[in-house]
């Protein structure tokens, strides 16, 4: 299996950053505007309209640290011409650190469990950077 893989130096304290993964308006203002899911008996999880031809995404949260960890799994299965096809029961995990205790914060984003064969595999990498280059503008700009 493969695993897509990003790291990014945020000039926010970790506390903004994990604003912006954990409530719908952080998430809303760099991905997409996600609508809470309440599920019997699982944790409560997401759900996202990303773009045409993605349908609804589905994500359960399996785990949260107050300013260190975001844990996702994808719960949602799509048609095969879909990228999103290829995100079935994939995990997303976003970490915060704070190297030497400095001001910024290293966000390692790691999005597992891919086929490495997959059709998508490039090109949904290439949309994770995209998304987490505005991931590092709204916590910049709300460092304040």
């Not at 990014?8 to 760099?30: F, M, N």
Request: net charge negative; proline share 8%.
């Amino acid at each position: 299996m493969a695993t897509l893989y990003h790291q990014l130096q945020i000039k926010a304290a970790p506390a903004v950053i994990y604003q912006a993964l954990t409530t719908e308006d952080g998430i809303g203002s760099w991905w997409d505007r996600p609508q809470l899911e309440l599920h019997d008996g699982r944790p409560p999880g997401w759900s996202f309209r990303p773009g045409p031809g993605h349908g609804v995404l589905t994500m359960q949260i399996l785990q949260t640290q107050p300013e260190q960890l975001v844990l996702w799994r994808c719960t949602s299965h799509h048609a095969a011409s879909s990228p999103a096809s290829a995100w079935a029961d994939t995990l997303l995990r976003f970490e915060l650190h704070t190297p030497n205790g400095g001001p910024d914060t290293t966000l390692d984003f790691r999005h597992s469990g891919w086929d490495e064969t997959s059709p998508y595999l490039g090109f949904c990498n290439h949309q994770w950077g995209i998304a987490l280059q505005a991931l590092r503008r709204h916590c910049e700009q709300h460092a304040g």
